[in-house]
């Protein structure tokens, strides 16, 4: 089965970082994605991990580690408008190449 | 805009009812992913098409059908509405099937509302 693990809601200050860590077990892997949703709209595209280091993307960062099932996504120099859900999505080639997506974390940044 | 167009943007019907969500893929994509996202399942894969053939299922009940059409727009049946149907719609569209870097980009949504 896929169980995909993400705190639930973290709260931060604008200009500060937050860190948003995942755990996965899948009975396979084939990449890591991350989605930004904010409340009512479509989930959007922010990362792909596929192999174990460091993904920078602006502001935004993520990280894996597969060995671990860990990544993590990093949010830098916060804005308001990052206020948000983030969710993790793992693909598994032995499910059909499927996502499946954690619960997702609410980000609320304060000012 | 990530190019997915989804319509009806809301729908308000009574339970019992039959109701169809309409998705167009972005320009180029072959596969077609319908998701479910109620307060308190998170986002549900439903199916998923790959240039007019169904590619994999997910935990869709009987009561739901979808199908893709050869200009690639896909649409989702709802049938026997009951209020725990009630949810926003995703549609999503990749290149692929699904292997490697294939991303899925999703449409606006449709908030179902069963009453």
């Known amino acids: 089965g896929q169980n995909i693990d993400q705190p639930t809601e973290m709260t931060a200050t604008e200009g500060a970082i937050v860190q948003i860590n995942c755990t996965y077990q899948t009975s396979g892997f084939n990449g890591l994605f991350w989605y930004q949703q904010h409340a009512g709209e479509a989930p959007t595209f922010l990362s792909y991990?596929?192999?174990?280091g460091l993904e920078e993307k602006g502001r935004f960062s993520s990280f894996l580690s597969r060995s671990k099932g860990y990544s993590y996504l990093l949010l830098k120099e916060l804005q308001m408008k990052d206020s948000a859900s983030y969710l993790c999505?793992?693909?598994?080639?032995?499910?059909?190449?499927?996502?499946?997506f954690g619960a997702g974390t609410t980000v609320t940044v304060r000012a | 805009d990530s190019g997915v167009t989804q319509t009806p943007k809301h729908l308000i019907t009574a339970t019992g009812q039959r109701v169809t969500l309409r998705c167009s893929p972005r320009s180029g994509d072959l596969s077609v992913y319908w998701y479910q996202q109620s307060l308190d399942q998170g986002l549900q894969f439903l199916i998923q098409y790959y240039n007019g053939e169904e590619r994999a299922k997910g935990n869709i009940l009987e009561r739901f059908s979808a199908q893709q059409f050869p200009d690639l727009h896909s649409e989702l049946n709802l049938s026997s509405l009951e209020l725990g149907d009630s949810a926003l719609y995703f549609c999503?569209?990749?290149?692929?099937?699904?292997?490697?870097?294939?991303?899925?980009?999703f449409g606006p949504g449709t908030r179902l509302t069963v009453l």
């Open positions: 991990n596929v192999l174990d």
């Open positions: 999503a569209s990749s290149v692929l099937a699904g292997g490697s870097t294939d991303t899925q980009y």
């Open positions: 999505a793992v693909r598994d080639p032995y499910n059909d190449y499927k996502l499946s």
